[in-house]
């Protein structure tokens, strides 16, 4: 399938064929087009514009892309490739950027890709790609353009230029920005590029940003952690029951909490998620991450649930905020675990009975839960730069409904009192496959 791109640039062009191997990119220079917008965005979408035009009916794509120095407030910025006056001279925009950062401690630095899209039908969409990362002190590398050699992704210790091709699209904003291309024009390799062999331009990108923000498939693995330890209560009554559905949407919006404040925290330094990739505002995030919290304590209040629930839940939002800006993966063992016992919080009766036994099976479950956690946590790390093991994590992170299954039916078979919850997780294991067959782009993890 032919993709019009709107570009001389050679270096673009190999890199594009080389991300988006299945589709013929066809350049077209938009000769004469002045780029005189104040972002990347407007400068790709002059651009996709001018050849569209020429090429109706086809998929046609811009970009435009630059690197954004914190400390120089975002230069160069839109203005990367002439920093240093006309013509464009690499060299002596290198220069003038070790100039400009010249005893500057905090180098951090992040390359940003736009890429402007026209469909056959004339809609118009825009995506972003982010590489965050920071200045060295000199160049090094032979390799790709630009300011590739002074450029050293976060995570690495080598520039752009030191990295091979394979290695600099699996991270580069430009191979970030293409990946979501393909994921809406599809892989190239059927079809003539007409508007009836190939998908039309949806506007979604937005929603999709917010699942992915709160990884929605793996919403349903929450109210999980609330069953079991409600279940180990084993001397209930559904009237002693009465808040455990409160508990078990107190949760989930304490989870989308953590999850939004996660994204938050990491805003600079992570890179393919909704805020760093401009997806989803940092102002956006942040209200999100306080309605989610003023959700949960009107729901636990609404619930009536016991008094005993609340010093959890807020042991639980530390956790939260203590991993969030730590990231360390014992406290993610803490928050599911703590999640269990906001389960067996919610249960009334377990405090006016005074049954001193019910301790032992709520911490042997709740430290299963803390060490299964704990360590998905600790091998995840470093899972960014690795697809296959980020896949194996969302896998593990996923697999916790199956333990609390187990652990559901163990009790069933002692007590058949808890056959409710049970039949409970199930649907919550059915709901989790749903979640992650009907959404395969929101990741897990």
């Not at 925290?265 to 909704?274: I, W, Y």
């Not at 099976?361 to 790390?381: C, M, N, R």
């Not at 002692?414 to 294991?429: K, T």
Request: aromatic content about 8%.
């Amino acid at each position: 399938m032919k993709l019009f791109v709107a570009t001389h640039n050679q270096h673009k062009i190999r890199e594009i064929s080389q991300i988006l191997p299945g589709f013929e990119i066809v350049p077209d220079d938009p000769e004469g087009v002045e780029e005189n917008a104040p972002d990347f965005a407007g400068n790709a979408l002059i651009k996709v514009r001018a050849i569209a035009e020429k090429h109706k009916g086809e998929w046609c794509m811009a970009d435009d892309s630059g690197l954004e120095v914190k400390a120089l407030g975002g230069a160069p910025g839109v203005h990367s490739a002439r920093y240093a006056g006309e013509p464009c001279n690499t060299p002596a925009n290198n220069a003038l950027l070790l100039k400009n950062l010249e005893g500057v401690k905090d180098r951090a630095a992040r390359f940003t890709c736009c890429c402007a899209l026209v469909d056959p039908s004339g809609e118009e969409l825009v995506v972003h790609g982010h590489c965050p990362g920071h200045i060295a002190e000199k160049a090094a590398g032979v390799e790709g353009f630009g300011y590739d050699p002074l450029f050293i992704p976060n995570g690495f210790d080598k520039s752009f230029a030191e990295l091979s091709a394979e290695e600099k699209n699996a991270i580069s904003h430009r191979g970030r920005a293409l990946e979501k291309v393909k994921a809406i024009v599809g892989n190239g390799e059927c079809g003539t590029g007409s508007e009836s062999s190939t998908p039309p331009l949806t506007h979604s990108s937005t929603f999709l940003a917010w699942l992915r923000l709160f990884r929605v498939v793996n919403l349903p693995t929450v109210p999980g952690d609330v069953l079991v330890g409600a279940a180990l209560m084993s001397f209930f009554s559904w009237r002693a029951m009465s808040g455990l559905a409160a508990a078990a949407c107190a949760s989930v919006f304490l989870y989308m909490f953590g999850l939004a404040d996660n994204d938050i925290v990491g805003a600079k330094g992570d890179s393919g998620r909704p805020i760093p990739d401009g997806e989803i505002t940092l102002g956006a995030a942040r209200l999100a991450r306080g309605l989610c919290l003023f959700a949960a304590l009107v729901v636990a209040l609404i619930g009536s649930l016991p008094r005993f629930w609340w010093p959890v839940a807020l042991a639980l939002v530390l956790s939260i905020v203590v991993y969030n800006r730590t990231k360390w993966s014992v406290f993610m063992g803490l928050c599911r675990a703590l999640n269990v016992v906001c389960g067996v919080a919610c249960v009334k009766i377990a405090f006016t009975q005074g049954d001193e036994r019910l301790v032992y099976p709520v911490a042997v479950v709740a430290g299963l839960w803390f060490l299964y956690i704990w360590a998905v946590t600790k091998y995840s790390e470093g899972e960014e730069k690795n697809p296959g093991k980020k896949r194996l994590v969302g896998m593990f992170v996923g697999g916790i409904v199956y333990l609390q299954l187990l652990v559901l039916i163990v009790i069933t078979m002692w007590d058949a009192g808890a056959m409710p919850l049970l039949v409970a997780g199930a649907v919550l294991l059915v709901l989790l496959r749903l979640f992650k067959r009907a959404l395969p782009k929101v990741s897990a993890s």
